[in-house]
């Protein structure tokens, strides 16, 4: 158990729908990270929030957005679904910067249909 | 850009040793990671070299070369639980920023 949760777990829908994924990270970390993974993909870097503020962007598509909250929680937020965002989406915290371990949530698998 | 490139799938046989490659091409480099992926599950973290040279940690070892853009993951003593994905991702500063891109991931197939 790296101590980051996400939730939920799983979550099915259609395409055109909105959906919301939590994350909470470690306790004492600052930095949240998103990913997703596609299958038989890699870990695509969507964007980092360090302490409430955006700290970088990675390929993330205008249909996505993401914030981070005053206790540290973290949202990601798609919306227009397609089918092409079914995937593995991963939160992941570190105490401070990228130059740190990366510890990673369990993940939520999205199904558009 | 950031290019990172490892091989995309390896077998190896249970008990033997095995190196799993990774090259990249980053300005700004500060280190480089090696996290272990089972099938559908959360990454988790192997290691991290900041320095040229060897590191070793129990059956895992990752090795560093910055000059030639070059690292490697050694796994000795193979298990069958080690069959698992094996991604190699840069920490770079970018932008005013620290950054990190992973590899697309090698997968490793460890066979009796």
């Known amino acids: 158990?790296?101590?980051v949760t996400q939730t939920p777990k799983h979550l099915i829908t259609a395409t055109g729908?909105?959906?919301?994924?939590r994350c909470s990270p470690r306790s004492g970390d600052l930095s949240v990270y998103w990913y997703q993974q596609s299958l038989d993909q890699g870990?695509?870097?969507?964007?980092q929030y360090y302490n409430g503020?955006?700290?970088?962007?990675?390929?993330?598509?205008?249909?996505?957005?993401?914030?981070?909250?005053?206790?540290?929680?973290?949202?990601?937020?798609?919306?227009?679904?397609?089918?092409?965002?079914?995937?593995l989406y991963f939160c992941a915290s570190s105490v401070a910067g990228t130059q740190e371990t990366q510890y990673f949530g369990p993940g939520t698998r999205l199904l558009v249909l | 850009g950031q290019n990172i490139d490892q091989p995309?799938?390896?077998?190896?046989?249970?008990?033997a040793i095995v190196q799993i490659n990774c090259t990249y091409q980053t300005s700004g480099f500060n280190g480089l990671f090696w996290y272990q992926q089972h099938a559908g599950?959360?990454?988790?973290?192997?290691?991290?070299n900041v320095l040229d040279?060897?590191?070793?940690?129990?059956?895992?070892?990752?090795?560093?070369s910055r000059s030639k853009g070059y690292s490697y993951l050694l796994l000795k003593e193979l298990q069958m639980k080690d069959s698992?994905?094996?991604?190699?991702?840069?920490?770079?500063?970018?932008?005013?920023?620290?950054?990190?891109?992973?590899?697309t991931g090698t997968k490793l197939q460890v066979i009796p």
């Open chain 1, 17 to 21: 729908q909105r959906v919301t994924l």
């Open chain 1, 1 to 3: 158990d790296s101590g």
């Open chain 1, 53 to 87: 503020e955006e700290r970088a962007k990675g390929n993330i598509l205008e249909r996505f957005s993401a914030q981070q909250f005053p206790d540290l929680h973290s949202e990601l937020n798609l919306s227009s679904l397609e089918l092409g965002d079914s995937a």
């Open chain 2, 41 to 48: 599950e959360a990454p988790t973290f192997l290691s991290y």
């Open chain 2, 8 to 15: 995309t799938e390896m077998t190896a046989t249970e008990g």
């Open chain 2, 84 to 103: 698992a994905s094996y991604l190699c991702a840069v920490s770079y500063y970018s932008g005013g920023y620290q950054k990190v891109t992973f590899g």
């Open chain 1, 43 to 47: 870990l695509q870097f969507l964007i």
């Open chain 2, 53 to 64: 040279g060897l590191e070793e940690k129990g059956r895992f070892s990752s090795f560093l």
